[in-house]
């Protein structure tokens, strides 16, 4: 679907799927698509790259897995100092971080393993419940857990 996802009633326009897989990096996106998913109880899969380090996920499963609002996997700006949010929102409007292909492609074709597998109920799902990253320098994998948190305001109603 080519249309920028700006509030909830643009998600609301998506047709139902059993999985959403999201690769963009506008301010709020994750979060926005976060509450979504949970809401509508769609599972959901981040895919990314940090620098030279081809991410994804962690796999989302509203009332399985945490959310990500459990726990914080990226670096957030303070907030509640105007100043500082128009500069950073200035310098952002300007921005745009360096791509490469090849960190890209890795990033997408794990995702895309990882979302053959959960759609088809076989083998292990990577990042079912945690981010995983490829440093692509030393092929070195790290892992972030998105561990439950039952007190999360977006997940923690749905959690067993």
């Known amino acids: 679907m080519r249309r920028r996802m700006t509030d909830l009633s643009d998600l609301a326009a998506l ?6 897989v999201l690769s963009a990096d506008s301010t709020g996106i994750t979060e926005l698509v976060n509450a979504h998913c949970v809401t509508t109880e769609t599972a959901w899969l981040n895919v990314c790259y940090v620098n030279d380090i081809a991410v994804w996920g962690p796999l989302i499963v509203p009332g399985k897995t945490g959310c990500w609002s ?48 959960y759609l088809g109920d076989f083998g292990f799902v990577q990042s079912l419940g945690r981010r995983v990253g490829v440093w692509t320098h030393e092929l070195r994998l790290d892992e972030q857990p998105s561990i439950p948190d039952p007190d999360c305001p977006t997940c923690g109603p749905l959690q067993p």
Request: aromatic share 2%.
């Open 15 to 20: 047709p139902e799927a059993d999985l959403l």
């Open 70 to 117: 459990c726990r914080p996997l990226t670096a957030q700006a303070p907030s509640g100092n105007a100043e500082l949010d128009a500069l950073i929102s200035r310098i952002n409007r300007r921005y745009q971080a360096p791509s490469h292909g090849p960190t890209n492609m890795l990033s997408s074709a794990l995702a895309s393993l990882d979302a053959l597998k």
